[in-house]
């Protein structure tokens, strides 16, 4: 080796020495950034709180295998037009003014660019159509007699009748289910309207969550301030605590989503796109305990509290919905949804460690008391999110409260009585009373793919 090189060599050390920040200074960024992610992911380990499964099963589990499915799935047309009413009126306070933003807006589906199984045959109750021709005979036949016995009702009858058909279906739903009905309810396209950063924050949007937690979330009957956080949730029964988890979860879902697909550039013209992408810092900003009193941690672990819950839903339900066509009037769509969701169900059926909701609500007029509360508060959520500000933001709100309100129905109805095959047959349907709209269906799998695309991004994040 050459004097000078060698000279080099051994006097480097003593050069760094003296200029410490000139082959150092990314090598403390990447400290400082590991040292964070321990701080933020230090909670994602063993078993998920009232669940018998721990975080790395789930994250295996969702990022190879379930996330993928529910990707290829979601982008479909049965799954991805979602009717909604954005323009009720907020039932709570005067509304304090929308969102002015462009990234807020959201465009509605016109009635050519629908598919026209979708838009001629959405109704409130869906019954097919089935794979069993018989089925389908027996079902026009009803619907001729139900029909001919219709015109001889006059027009204050049958306002009667479809309030009471109403009433009889919220005392089963978790969900205001109006929208669905209402004349002002439009079908959006998920695809063109996705959930990500829109802007909107501030005391709107602020007030939004307070009002749920300070409000409608369960409280201890020691006082322990304004709302629940991971230091007295514990002091709250089972039922009262897969409550906060499932609002804290799905508020930490929505969190997460934001920051992975977050503005990071605006373009200053119309010839430069702006830039879109994940954003640590607000991810931090989140969720680092040294931000968040030491919650941000705990309200990840929430988050897949909310996942075990929808997927045990949805492993209850498959017998139900292994049995429809998930019909749009494309076939070869059609088929090829139809083989997606049942490789899909069977996944979720393999997966023992689900949530269990036997366990709760379980004894007499009590038990039946606090479920009739559980309900009461979710419906008051569901209201709120018709004050959210934000076309976008209401958007996703709805579908997201709307599917974990189907997910709650599925398990806490009384519909799946799994000792009764029958309870599944879709002829039998108008006696066992169990019944999931379109929309139900739609938002129950997107508010589940939120999920698993929460989950996976946090992979991302780690």
């Not at 309207?193 to 307070?210: D, F, L, M, V």
């Not at 909310?306 to 997927?311: A, C, N, Q, T």
């Not at 909701?357 to 004894?363: A, C, H, I, R, Y």
């Not at 999931?436 to 799998?445: A, K, M, T």
Request: aromatic share 12%; with cysteine; proline share 4%.
């Amino acid at each position: 080796m050459p004097f000078r090189w060698l000279l080099h060599f051994l006097l480097f050390p003593v050069i760094l020495a003296h200029f410490p920040n000139f082959a150092t200074k990314k090598d403390s960024a990447a400290i400082s950034s590991s040292i964070v992610s321990d701080r933020c992911f230090c909670e994602l380990k063993g078993n998920v709180d009232e669940c018998e499964c721990s975080v790395d099963i789930v994250d295996k589990f969702n990022n190879y295998r379930i996330y993928p499915l529910m990707k290829n799935l979601l982008a479909k047309n049965y799954f991805r037009f979602f009717k909604v009413n954005l323009w009720k009126p907020c039932p709570f306070w005067e509304d304090d003014g929308g969102c002015v933003l462009k990234s807020c807006a959201v465009e509605s589906c016109p009635a050519e660019k629908m598919p026209a199984g979708i838009y001629n045959s959405h109704k409130s109750i869906y019954f097919g159509p089935v794979n069993n021709p018989t089925l389908i005979e027996e079902t026009c036949a009803n619907n001729e007699q139900l029909g001919y016995l219709n015109t001889s009702l006059s027009k204050e009858m049958s306002d009667d009748l479809a309030l009471w058909k109403l009433h009889d279906e919220n005392l089963k739903s978790f969900c205001d289910i109006e929208d669905e009905e209402s004349s002002h309810s439009v079908f959006v396209d998920l695809l063109l309207n996705p959930e990500k950063y829109t802007g909107y924050k501030g005391h709107s949007a602020q007030r939004i969550w307070r009002s749920i937690y300070e409000e409608n979330c369960f409280k201890p009957k020691r006082g322990y301030g304004p709302y629940i956080d991971s230091t007295n949730v514990g002091d709250l029964c089972l039922e009262k605590r897969a409550f906060y988890r499932a609002i804290s979860g799905l508020h930490t879902s929505i969190n997460v989503h934001l920051c992975a697909d977050y503005l990071l550039n605006r373009g200053v013209s119309t010839l430069e796109k702006n830039q879109w992408g994940p954003n640590v810092e607000e991810f931090q900003r989140r969720f680092d305990p040294e931000l968040t009193n030491g919650e941000g941690p705990q309200r990840l672990r929430n988050l897949y509290f909310l996942y075990l819950l929808e997927l045990r839903a949805l492993a209850k339900a498959a017998p139900f919905l292994e049995q429809l066509d998930f019909y749009t009037g494309n076939a070869s769509e059609d088929s090829e949804v139809y083989t997606a969701v049942h490789d899909l169900l069977r996944h979720v059926k393999k997966f023992e460690p689900h949530f269990n909701e036997t366990s709760m609500f379980s004894g007499g007029t009590q038990a039946k008391k606090l479920k009739a509360e559980f309900r009461h508060h979710f419906r008051n959520v569901t209201q709120i999110m018709d004050c959210v500000g934000c076309e976008k933001c209401k958007l996703w709100g709805k579908l997201q409260i709307q599917g974990l309100g189907t997910a709650l129905k599925i398990l806490f109805s009384g519909s799946f009585d799994q000792a009764d095959p029958t309870a599944f047959d879709l002829a039998s349907m108008r006696r066992t009373h169990f019944q999931l709209s379109r929309n139900e269906i739609v938002s129950l799998f997107n508010a589940f793919g939120r999920l698993t695309h929460s989950i996976y991004s946090l992979e991302e994040f780690r």
